[in-house]
């Protein structure tokens, strides 16, 4: 009993080191809401690194909570420290939108009414790919069958970026973005220059997972072994 002992600690020792040694990925989060140009939306914004690369995934969400319907228009971040260089990744920004699902489109995909550009203007108008290299920004590319949010409706863009090497994320991010009537390029029904607020929360990595599946699955096993073994009379 005292060797089998021995022995798992051993293998248990192992698998937690594993578990340990491999890295934590980190999504870090912000959101606004609440503001004065909000106007019953609220905006949250996810940047996670791929692994120990230069990619990172940007996930912003855009969320009609209580307001009146509108068309988002435009919205950019800046997110990383000043003098970091945001860029299209090898194989493109592989942008997705999501959003309400209509007569006109069941599917809820809007891919194709937005575009994203590395950088913005100083102003954050529509006119992306400006002079500040550490922000994003993501603009209409189409005038016909854009989303309409209504209360209770998001939209959601997911894609990636790429950063040059040893890019850091503002312990704030600098939210700006605006929208339009339905069926009008007139007016704002919202138009935020905000500072987010960090909702960030750890994600354990894919190694730390399979380290401690791993190791309970070692315990599981020698249990039953035990239990198998014909007791001495």
Do not use: H
Not at 1 to 20: D, E, G, K, T
Not at 27 to 45: L, P, Q, W
Not at 206 to 225: D, I, M, N, P
Request: glycine share 10%; net charge neutral.
């Amino acid at each position: 009993m005292r060797s089998i002992s021995r022995s798992l600690v051993m293998v248990m020792a192992v698998a937690l080191a594993f578990c340990f040694s491999a890295r934590l990925a980190y999504a870090d989060g912000e959101s606004v809401t609440g503001c004065s140009n909000c106007n019953g939306y609220s905006f949250t914004a996810t940047i996670t690194q791929v692994g120990t690369t230069s990619t990172y995934q940007v996930v912003y969400t855009i969320t009609n909570n209580n307001g009146p319907a509108s068309t988002p228009y435009n919205w950019s971040l800046t997110a990383f420290d000043n003098g970091d260089s945001v860029s299209t990744p090898i194989g493109g920004y592989g942008l997705t939108v999501m959003g309400p699902a209509v007569l006109s489109n069941l599917s809820g995909i809007y891919t194709n009414d937005y575009i994203v550009e590395a950088g913005k203007t100083n102003n954050g108008n529509g006119n992306c790919n400006g002079n500040i290299s550490s922000a994003f920004c993501v603009q209409q590319n189409s005038t016909a069958g854009l989303p309409v949010l209504n209360a209770g409706q998001s939209l959601m863009f997911t894609f990636d970026i790429n950063c040059n090497t040893n890019c850091g994320l503002l312990s704030s991010w600098d939210f700006l973005g605006s929208s339009n009537p339905p069926n009008s390029t007139t007016g704002n029904v919202y138009a935020i220059t905000n500072w987010g607020t960090p909702t960030s929360m750890p994600e354990p990595s894919v190694a730390f997972l399979y380290g401690s599946t791993l190791a309970v699955g070692l315990v599981f096993a020698w249990r039953s072994r035990a239990l198998r073994r014909p007791t001495k009379t």
